[in-house]
C-alpha cells in the first residue's frame, strides 16, 4: 500500500504569519494535486505539479515539488482569515494510471 | 466554469436496499472517477472509468458496487445490498484526460440506517 503523509493535520495561527503544510511519500509520484475543501463540499483544485523541483506560485500561496517527486510543500505567506480551510494533498503515484491517494488533510484556522 | 454535478446532495437508504448515486461530469471530460470518505477518515478512490469501461478499482470496489454511463451525460454509481459501513460522502470526478488533474463534484451523503 503506498501511502501519502501530511502534516501538521491541524494548525491556527494569526493573521499575517507564514506558514507551511508538507506531503510526504516513501514512492514516486507521477503528479501531485492541492487541494482545498470546504465543510459540504467538495475538494476544489488548486495547483497540480508534475516536474521534480517545480515551484508554482498562486498569488500568496508557493507550491514545490521535491526534486525526487516523492515529497511537496504548501507555504502561505502572510496569511488571511479567508485562507482557513481544509488543505488536501492528492498524488498519482507512478505506476498507478488515475488513481489519487489523499492525504489526511492540513486544517488551518487563521485568527484576526 | 463547468463543474462536476451530484445528486441527491443526501440520500438516507435502510440497510439492505438498492443505491443510486448521480454524477453529471464535465460535459468534455473523458475520465470519470468515485471517491468516498467516510467521517473523519481519508478521501479513497473507489474506481475509474473510461470508454465505457473500468480502467481501475480499490479493494473497497467490491461484487456490490457498480458503476454505468446509461447516457452521454450521466455517470452512475450504484450499491446493490447497502451495509452500515456503506455511510460516507461519495464524491465524483471528471478529468478530460489520464494525466490531468481531477476535478470533484460536492458529493452524496449517504446515510444507511
Known amino acids: 500500500t503506498q501511502l501519502l503523509e501530511q502534516s501538521p493535520q491541524f494548525l491556527s495561527i494569526q493573521e499575517g504569519e507564514n506558514l507551511t503544510v508538507y506531503c510526504n511519500s516513501s514512492s514516486v509520484f507521477s503528479s501531485l494535486q492541492w487541494y482545498r475543501q470546504e465543510p459540504g463540499e467538495g475538494p476544489v483544485l488548486l495547483v497540480t505539479?508534475?516536474?521534480?523541483?517545480e515551484v508554482k506560485k498562486l498569488k500568496r500561496l508557493t507550491f514545490q515539488f521535491g526534486d525526487a517527486r516523492k515529497d511537496s510543500s504548501l507555504h502561505i505567506t502572510a496569511a488571511q482569515t479567508g485562507d482557513t480551510g481544509l488543505y488536501l494533498c492528492a498524488g498519482v503515484f507512478s505506476g498507478s494510471a488515475r488513481q489519487l491517494t489523499f492525504g489526511s488533510g492540513t486544517q488551518l484556522t487563521v485568527l484576526p | 466554469e463547468p463543474e462536476v454535478t451530484q445528486t441527491p446532495s443526501h440520500q438516507v437508504t435502510q440497510m439492505g436496499q438498492e443505491v443510486i448515486l448521480r454524477c453529471v461530469p464535465i460535459s468534455n471530460h473523458l475520465y470519470f472517477y468515485w471517491y468516498r470518505q467516510i467521517l473523519g477518515q481519508k478521501v479513497e478512490f473507489l474506481v475509474s472509468f473510461y470508454n465505457n469501461e473500468i480502467s481501475e478499482k480499490s479493494e473497497i470496489f467490491d461484487d456490490q458496487f457498480s458503476v454505468e454511463r446509461p447516457d452521454g451525460s450521466n455517470f452512475t454509481l450504484k450499491i446493490r445490498s447497502t451495509k452500515l459501513e456503506d455511510s460516507a460522502m461519495y464524491f465524483c470526478?471528471?478529468?478530460?484526460?489520464?494525466?490531468?488533474?481531477?476535478?470533484f463534484g460536492d458529493g452524496t451523503r449517504l446515510s444507511i440506517l
Open positions: 505539479v508534475v516536474t521534480g523541483g
Open positions: 470526478a471528471s478529468s478530460p484526460q489520464t494525466n490531468q488533474p481531477q476535478h
